[in-house]
């Protein structure tokens, strides 16, 4: 049987420093209806809010991004919709962040008009009805939320990971202003920056490549090396325009992730790292299986004076260890993406716990 699958991307963007001025004629092309916005608490006291084209009827939502969101977020942030639109449909979210904040406006949009909870579509194409329409502006460059057809949603109950998997889950339309990342901090810059990377190195070396997937990462790679590793300052206009551009290709790019997903999720679901440190805490100890992207990370590291913390991993509770082993494991599709069908026997329970003690 042919296995091929049907690739859909977001269908419209609009790139540039100053297009955030654009998201009003973009939101008035929605209305009649209430718009929702969801913003990333980072920007609460800053100019941003009183630029957004919020009209009397409208919401605006500052979302906390201190950890990632949780299934319970987006049933809250869900039945707050519904309350505040009487039993209408909001005409459009905007999602206004980093990865978490986009993901959260993707997976509100989708439970909007889906029946049940969140946690019932974690997993891969179980969303049923086409989504609220939804706008992503990325503040945080790497994540490829904007492009992706995934949000992903920690469960704690279930610990577990996962996002709501299908093309309802992607953006409508995206604005992509290298201006509203002027203010991120180098070190988070070059984590996030990072996962791009890692997106592009895990998906085109795994089994479910294609000539396309290949060359958006070759793309988004050179990028991130001119970037991290080119003169200057790595935060001026022109690289954080290109980081947007990087993040987006390698968004598109990353079909199944390999070793060093699993492995971060672990690190995010027991100790709450942010996902672009977590995938680099991972990445330096997975040298065995990736020789060229460890030592590059490391060149990164050097080049750009940021350093990661050692031994977050040297003394947990059985407890924990067993939550880190638990948590890497369950992502079957990356690890037998990377290692093949038989991957539980390459990483064992006590290989697991060996990597994470050596971070
Ligand atoms: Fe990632």
Redo the contacts with the bound molecule.
């Keep these: 049987m042919n296995m091929t699958r049907n690739t859909r991307n977001v269908p419209a963007y609009m790139l540039g420093h100053g297009s955030f001025a654009r998201l009003d004629s973009l939101v008035d092309a929605r209305r009649p209806g209430a718009v929702f916005f969801y913003v990333d608490d980072f920007f609460r006291n800053t100019p941003l809010p009183g630029d957004l084209p919020a009209r009397a009827g409208d919401s605006v939502i500052f979302l906390d991004t201190s950890r990632e969101p949780t299934v319970e977020d987006i049933d809250a942030l869900a039945d707050a919709a519904r309350t505040s639109c009487r039993g209408a449909l909001p005409c459009c979210l905007v999602g206004i962040g980093g ?1 978490s904040v986009l993901d959260a406006a993707k997976a509100v949009a989708n439970l909007l008009t889906n029946p049940g909870k969140a946690e019932e579509y974690q997993g891969w194409d179980l969303v049923k009805n086409p989504a609220v329409y939804k706008i992503g502006v990325p503040t945080l460059s ?3 939320a904007e492009c992706s057809r995934t949000c ?1 949603l920690t469960n704690m109950r279930r610990r577990l990971k996962l996002g709501m998997n299908s093309d309802f889950t992607l953006f409508d339309q995206l604005l992509l202003d290298p201006g509203l990342t002027r203010t991120v901090p180098p070190s988070q810059f070059l984590f996030t920056g990072m ?2 990377f ?2 592009c190195f895990e998906s085109s070396r795994g089994a479910y490549r294609n000539l396309i997937v290949d060359v958006l990462a070759a793309g988004a790679s050179a990028l991130c090396r001119e970037i991290f590793l080119g003169p200057g300052d790595m935060l001026a206009d022109d690289n954080r325009e290109k980081m947007m551009v990087a993040s987006y290709l390698g968004g598109m790019a ?1 079909g199944n ?1 390999g070793l ?2 699993p492995f ?1 999720a672990g690190l995010s679901i027991v100790l709450h790292i942010p ?2 440190r977590a ?1 680099c805490h991972a990445l330096s100890v997975l040298g065995e299986f990736y020789p060229e992207e460890q030592a590059l990370l490391a060149e990164i590291l050097e080049r750009r004076k940021i350093s990661l913390p050692l031994g977050i991993c040297s003394s947990l509770t059985d407890e924990q260890y067993e939550a880190l082993y638990q948590g890497t494991i369950i992502h079957e599709k990356p690890l037998s993406n990377a290692l093949g069908a038989d991957f539980a026997s390459i990483l064992t329970r006590s290989k697991i716990l060996e990597l994470f003690k050596k971070m």
Excluded: Q, R
Aim: charged letters at 5%.
């Design positions: 990865g790497g994540t490829g992903v996962d791009t890692m997106h990353a992730v060093v997903h971060s996902h672009g995938n």
